[in-house]
Nanobody, 114 residues
Framework: QVRLVESGGGLVQPGGSLRLSCAAS????????MGWYRQAPGKERELVAA???????NYADSVKGRFTISRDNAKNTVYLQMNSLKPEDTAVYYC????????WGQGTQVTVSS
């Protein structure tokens, strides 16, 4: 079992920044990839960014150049630094850990609005 706890969401103005954190506990040795997904009202959940255990990253085209995913293996934590935020980034952001099965965090709301 893997437990994921997210933090760092909130309300920010367009052009602002936020950093999301996802702390993993439990059977973390089984995790291959960790990532962030988001789901806006009325839309399907989509991949935002992912990072492998070896540090390889992957980003959605809509966030390339603005968001950065990173991980601190000593703290078993993955971060999503979000810069130049836009209203269309508004969504619930979920942390995901891919092992034999997928694990999900509870989600954290990010609202970009003036």
């Amino acid at each position: 079992q893997v437990r994921l706890v997210e933090s760092g969401g909130g309300l920010v103005q367009p052009g602002g920044s936020l950093r999301l954190s996802c702390a993993a506990s439990g059977s973390i040795f089984s995790i291959n990839v960790m990532g962030w997904y988001r789901q806006a009202p009325g839309k399907e959940r989509e991949l935002v960014a992912a990072i492998t255990s070896g540090g390889r990253t992957n980003y959605a085209d809509s966030v390339k150049g603005r968001f950065t995913i990173s991980r601190d293996n000593a703290k078993n934590t993955v971060y999503l630094q979000m810069n130049s935020l836009k209203p269309e980034d508004t969504a619930v952001y979920y942390c995901n850990a891919e092992a034999v099965i997928n694990y999900w965090g509870q989600g954290t709301q990010v609202t970009v609005s003036s």
